[in-house]
């Protein structure tokens, strides 16, 4: 009769303790392996940071310091791809002193966070309720230009002319289809409709085109009209290229007015 008490119990202490005081013992060891890992990472890296110090640092008045010349000839070394705005951006993050970039220098002290520094994302400041750009951290000549097409596309200009082009598509959409009777015929296909019909199509993508650039694919298909435009387009441009039969024209050619 004692046979299941016993069978509980060996099961609660041989499954439930032993392998508790088990897995403490693998955690416990586990964490000091990781702690000593942790440690020998650290002092390797401190000491070729000293040692990358000593060779690129000069001697100063009160100690040895590393000049921000030194630091970019260093950085080409370390990550050649890394921008010359990000390798600025980090030796000022380093530094401790307010001065003038040319007028900086690193002390060993300082250049010790050089591991942790290089984890952080750069970009440039924005001004007030002005959005952050995907672009932002790109160089200087990319950066400008692109926030110049950003002003340009949303412009009042730039978005006069897509609404007197697309009115004008429409107002030709609407004098074809008038003048032809026969409703069989009405979106028959000739050069002149083709030619016309590419020209607009392609002046659409050209639009949606630098939309995508000046705003970045994350801003500009957040805008529920921006995707309505896009598909709108590039349904017209597939019926344009493909051409697809005339029946299929008359349902997708008023969508690309109402936009």
Sequence with gaps: ????????????????????????????????????????LYLHRRNALRHSFNVLAVK???????????????????????????????????????KQYEDLSLRVEEFYSFYDIQGLNWGRVTGIGEKIRWYNSLP?????????????????????????????NALYFFIISSHVKDPSKRFDKSHQALAV?????????????????????????????????????????IIQLFEIKTEYLTFVIPFRFIR
Excluded at 84 to 92: D, G, H, N, W
Excluded at 210 to 222: N, S, T
């Design 1 to 40: 009769p004692l046979a299941p008490l016993f069978f509980i119990i060996f099961l609660v202490i041989g499954l439930y303790i032993v392998n508790n005081v088990l897995l403490a013992v693998v955690y416990g060891e586990f964490q000091k392996v990781q702690k000593e890992k942790f440690r020998s």
């Design 60 to 98: 100063g008045p009160k100690h040895r310091t590393l000049s921000l010349q030194s630091y970019l000839h260093l950085m080409d070394c370390y990550s050649p791809y890394t921008s010359k705005l990000t390798s600025m951006c980090t030796f000022k993050a380093m530094s401790k002193e307010s």
């Design 140 to 168: 200087d000549f990319v950066y400008h230009k692109l926030r110049y097409l950003t002003k340009a596309v949303n412009s009042v200009y730039f978005k006069a002319t897509m609404n007197l082009i697309i009115l004008s």
């Design 197 to 237: 019909n590419f020209f607009y199509v392609g002046v659409y993508l050209f639009e949606i085109f630098l939309k995508l650039i000046a705003l970045g694919p994350v801003y500009f298909f957040r805008s529920q009209w921006n995707v309505f435009d896009f598909v709108v387009i590039i349904a017209g441009f």
